[in-house]
């Protein structure tokens, strides 16, 4: 079985991308499973974005089992389990857009911007009448309202599940069935992310049990954020390593230091690792400038 890191190569990744990727890699090792890369990259692809990433993990002492794997090379498989949830009856056509979605009204038991089912019951004709006007996404019939995950951390997690899109309309796989596909194809039984993507943790495990998939442990791990308690990104100053070494940073010592856990390198921080040692608060970043140490809480 195995833990996995799973960056989109759209760009460099920033401390706390780092952070979560060292903080998957302690889970896996120290739980005795194999550590998988897979680069997701269906979407937006930066030229020389790839390398990079594996440079800097590397760079951390962050290593993995096999080959690099890359979603866009899993088509197959992933037609392959659309065309199973076709043949079950479990999808339909949707001619929503984003914003249409968004302007609706949710139905009670699903969040706000959660699809309201407004192209479940179309008839043939009305789709047919649809179909001329924008190429349709291709959306599950969810068959549950919510489902429960196990987390690591947080225990169990009972979120809302919706009718979430398979294939968009432009025929592009969809992150959610994707990401779930290729987990059980490499064997992952543990996925350590984000706690921003905890939410969607519920219907990922629902579509994996559809499809007859094992459903994975989840551990949501806190994101950085910046100063002003948003989402730490590349605008917020030196936050790549390449930039945080310029400015003469440790990058490793600094992650480190804000996990509580020793160094001088990742190997003795795995053997002082322990899951439930591990701060459960958001680590706030304040980037460095040029001779000052960089701040974090």
């Given at each position: 079985?195995?833990?996995r890191?799973?960056p989109?190569?759209?760009?460099?990744?920033?401390?706390?991308?780092?952070?979560?990727?060292?903080?998957a890699?302690?889970?896996?090792?120290?739980?005795?499973?194999r550590?998988?890369?897979?680069v997701e990259?269906?979407?937006?692809?930066?030229?020389?974005?790839?390398?990079s990433?594996?440079?800097d993990?590397r760079?951390?002492g962050?290593?993995?089992?096999g080959?690099?794997?890359?979603?866009?090379?899993?088509g197959?498989?992933?037609?392959?389990?659309?065309?199973?949830?076709?043949?079950?009856?479990?999808?339909?056509?949707?001619?929503c857009?984003?914003?249409?979605?968004?302007?609706?009204p949710?139905a009670?038991?699903?969040?706000?911007?959660?699809?309201?089912?407004?192209?479940?019951d179309?008839?043939e004709?009305?789709?047919?009448?649809?179909?001329?006007?924008?190429?349709p996404?291709?959306r599950?019939?969810?068959?549950?309202?919510?489902?429960t995950?196990?987390d690591?951390?947080?225990?169990?997690?009972?979120?809302a599940?919706?009718?979430?899109v398979l294939r968009r309309?432009?025929?592009v796989?969809?992150?959610n069935?994707?990401?779930?596909?290729?987990?059980?194809?490499?064997?992952?039984?543990?996925?350590?992310r984000?706690?921003?993507?905890?939410?969607?943790?519920p219907?990922?495990?629902?579509?994996?049990?559809?499809l007859g998939?094992?459903?994975p442990?989840?551990?949501?791990v806190p994101?950085a954020?910046?100063?002003?308690?948003?989402?730490l990104?590349k605008?917020?100053?030196?936050?790549?390593?390449?930039?945080?070494?310029?400015?003469?940073?440790?990058?490793?010592?600094?992650?480190l230091?804000s996990l509580?856990?020793?160094g001088?390198?990742?190997t003795?921080?795995?053997?002082?690792?322990d899951?439930?040692?591990?701060?459960?608060?958001?680590?706030i970043?304040?980037p460095?400038?040029r001779?000052?140490?960089?701040?974090g809480?």
């Amino acid at each position: 079985m195995a833990g996995r890191f799973a960056p989109s190569p759209s760009g460099d990744l920033h401390v706390g991308n780092l952070r979560t990727a060292l903080l998957a890699w302690l889970f896996a090792r120290s739980s005795g499973r194999r550590f998988v890369l897979r680069v997701e990259d269906l979407d937006r692809v930066a030229a020389g974005a790839e390398q990079s990433q594996l440079d800097d993990l590397r760079a951390l002492g962050i290593d993995w089992d096999g080959p690099v794997l890359r979603q866009s090379e899993c088509g197959g498989r992933h037609d392959l389990a659309i065309g199973q949830l076709v043949e079950q009856g479990r999808t339909f056509e949707c001619f929503c857009t984003r914003r249409e979605i968004l302007e609706a009204p949710s139905a009670p038991h699903l969040p706000p911007g959660a699809y309201p089912g407004t192209c479940r019951d179309l008839t043939e004709a009305e789709r047919a009448v649809r179909r001329a006007e924008r190429p349709p996404a291709l959306r599950l019939r969810a068959d549950v309202t919510e489902w429960t995950v196990h987390d690591v951390l947080h225990g169990d997690f009972t979120g809302a599940v919706d009718d979430l899109v398979l294939r968009r309309g432009d025929g592009v796989v969809a992150y959610n069935l994707a990401v779930v596909v290729d987990d059980a194809a490499q064997d992952v039984d543990q996925v350590v992310r984000g706690d921003d993507l905890l939410t969607s943790a519920p219907r990922q495990a629902h579509l994996a049990s559809l499809l007859g998939l094992p459903q994975p442990e989840y551990a949501h791990v806190p994101l950085a954020l910046n100063a002003d308690g948003r989402r730490l990104a590349k605008r917020d100053g030196a936050v790549t390593r390449i930039d945080l070494e310029t400015l003469g940073v440790d990058v490793l010592a600094m992650i480190l230091d804000s996990l509580h856990l020793p160094g001088p390198d990742a190997t003795a921080a795995l053997r002082a690792f322990d899951p439930s040692a591990l701060p459960r608060s958001a680590w706030i970043v304040i980037p460095p400038t040029r001779g000052a140490p960089p701040a974090g809480r």
